[in-house]
């Protein structure tokens, strides 16, 4: 079983709909948490952190339920800019020392 | 506009030959981390650092594959001999960590490694 798991999608909306992602993670040690977007043939790039409260920024909220041990991203009023592949990040540890963990990735599309 | 810089952005090579990919991370960070993807995989942590020094490389096939930070600008990943299932996107990201918290990680644009 991969550390991190995502369903790999695609997910293929319209302009304005809702979409959540969700993400499980195995390690019930993890306390670092973070969702990452990659554009096609480019690099990764940080999106938001996960907090144990919750948190939004803007049009996209991110949750974190330790109990189940996942992780969940929802976009609203979804943007034709918002395709991209959403990247699940769990730090991991390796003895003492914490490494970051990528997902699979989730795609998504969003057409006018 | 500080970023982290990879070196080669693309190579072709045959089996059997070396490839050394460089990577000059952002200046002050100190992790720098090593990741391969595929579509299959999808992005593998193959080594990581701290203030230069190697903390996991569990993820990173041994017999061929190195992971170095000669010194704090420059981390190398070099694969002798080379394999066609080398083939993939190769990136190094940097962040700066303090204590239990792991901050921002930034990527370079990736070596994309054709190997025949």
Known sequence: RKEVEQDPGPFNVPEGATVAFNCTYSNSASQSFFWYRQDCRKEPKLLMSVYSSGNEDGRFTAQLNRASQYISLLIRDSKLSDSATYLCVVKGYSGNTGKLIFGQGTTLQVKP | ?116
């Open chain 2, 1 to 116: 506009d500080a970023r982290v810089t990879q070196t080669p952005r693309h190579k072709v090579t045959e089996m059997g030959q070396e490839v050394t990919m460089r990577c000059q991370p952002i200046l002050g960070h100190n992790t720098v981390f090593w990741y391969r993807q595929t579509m299959m995989q999808g992005l593998e942590l193959l080594a990581y650092f701290r203030n230069r020094a190697p903390l996991d490389d569990s993820g990173m096939p041994k017999d061929r594959f190195s992971a170095e930070m000669p010194d704090a600008t420059l981390a190398t990943l070099k694969i002798q001999p080379s394999e066609p299932r080398d083939s993939a996107v190769y990136f190094c990201a940097s962040g700066l960590v303090r204590g239990e918290n792991t901050g921002e990680l930034f990527f370079g644009e990736g070596s994309r490694l054709t190997v025949l």
